[in-house]
Every structure is written in structure tokens, then in C-alpha cells.
């Protein structure tokens, strides 16, 4: 934290004194990187991450990385996506990354959720079988174990 404040402070006094330095340009091209925006079409952005996650050399951490950014977006993904996903979680013998994604979807659709994922499931639903991957709701995943009853439920 130290060496950030001293680093920006360092910065700022270069820059005023007309200096560069190789620590403000990497800065200056960070920002340009965050705050750009992609003029990527739907259709290019579904087969820029099937591609990725259909690539034979992915590994467990490539795939928890792309499946945490695109759940990290404000978007629920396409059922291509999704099968590309978990086809890429059965060549790394990952059954619980699996899930973990599907129940991630699932979270996405957020108010909608009676709407979207059942059409999810419904286009996903042979490549679930095909893999054998169960959903967390047929597994018993979306009610919780020991759970109390709310005690505005008890009257």
C-alpha cells in the first residue's frame, strides 16, 4: 500500500516536472485497457468464448478463470456457452466446477430466474445427459441441508 502511495505521489511529481518515466506509462496504458470499450458483436463475443473453452489444452484454472469473468459480466450466457463450459469441465474431470457453473447461470438469471433458466435447461439438457452431469436442483443443492423454518414462516 506504501509503495502504491509513494509510486503515484513519484508519479504526479514527474509529470509536473515534465519527466516520463517507464512506471507512468505502463499506468497511463492500464487505464486506456479498463476503460476502453469493445465494439464486439454478440455473435463474436459467444464464439470467442465457445472457441476458448473448446481448445483441448484448457486446464482447471484457465476454465474457473473465462467462467468467473463471464459470470462476473451483465449477462446471463447462451446455452452454446454453456455446453461449450461444461464439455470443458468434463476433459478436466471436473464434475464440481460443473456444477458450480450451472448453479453461477442459474444466480444470473436473477429475477427472471422462472423464466430463463428453465429454457436454459431445456436447451442444455442433452448435453447434460450425454455428459451425465446432474443439475444442483435434481442433486438437492437449491434447498438448503439444515436449514430452520423463518420464524415469520411459524404463525
Given at each position: 500500500?506504501?509503495?502504491?502511495?509513494?509510486?503515484?505521489?513519484?508519479?504526479?511529481?514527474?509529470?509536473?516536472?515534465?519527466?516520463?518515466?517507464?512506471?507512468?506509462?505502463?499506468?497511463?496504458?492500464?487505464?486506456?485497457?479498463?476503460?476502453?470499450?469493445?465494439?464486439?458483436?454478440?455473435?463474436?463475443?459467444?464464439?470467442?468464448?465457445?472457441?476458448?473453452?473448446?481448445?483441448?489444452?484448457?486446464?482447471?484454472?484457465?476454465?474457473?478463470?473465462?467462467?468467473?469473468?463471464?459470470?462476473?459480466?451483465?449477462?446471463?450466457?447462451?446455452?452454446?456457452?454453456?455446453?461449450?463450459?461444461?464439455?470443458?469441465?468434463?476433459?478436466?474431470?471436473?464434475?464440481?466446477?460443473?456444477?458450480?457453473?450451472?448453479?453461477?447461470?442459474?444466480?444470473?438469471?436473477?429475477?427472471?430466474?422462472?423464466?430463463?433458466?428453465?429454457?436454459?435447461?431445456?436447451?442444455?439438457?442433452?448435453?447434460?445427459t450425454?455428459?451425465?452431469?446432474?443439475?444442483?436442483?435434481?442433486?438437492?443443492?437449491?434447498?438448503?441441508e439444515?436449514?430452520?423454518k423463518?420464524?415469520?414462516?411459524?404463525?
Amino acid at each position: 500500500m506504501l509503495r502504491f502511495a509513494a509510486g503515484r505521489v513519484l508519479g504526479g511529481l514527474r509529470s509536473a516536472a515534465g519527466l516520463k518515466s517507464s512506471s507512468q506509462s505502463m499506468v497511463g496504458a492500464t487505464m486506456v485497457v479498463r476503460h476502453s470499450h469493445s465494439n464486439e458483436t454478440a455473435e463474436e463475443f459467444d464464439s470467442r468464448y465457445e472457441a476458448y473453452f473448446n481448445r483441448p489444452e484448457i486446464d482447471g484454472w484457465e476454465a474457473r478463470k473465462a467462467m468467473n469473468d463471464l459470470l462476473g459480466m451483465d449477462l446471463v450466457p447462451e446455452p452454446k456457452i454453456i455446453v461449450s463450459a461444461l464439455k470443458a469441465c468434463r476433459r478436466i474431470n471436473d464434475y464440481a466446477l460443473a456444477v458450480r457453473f450451472l448453479e453461477g447461470v442459474k444466480d444470473k438469471c436473477g429475477d427472471k430466474a422462472n423464466e430463463i433458466y428453465p429454457y436454459l435447461l431445456q436447451e442444455i439438457r442433452p448435453t447434460l445427459t450425454e455428459l451425465g452431469i446432474s443439475t444442483p436442483e435434481e442433486m438437492g443443492y437449491d434447498q438448503p441441508e439444515l436449514a430452520l423454518k423463518s420464524v415469520y414462516d411459524l404463525h
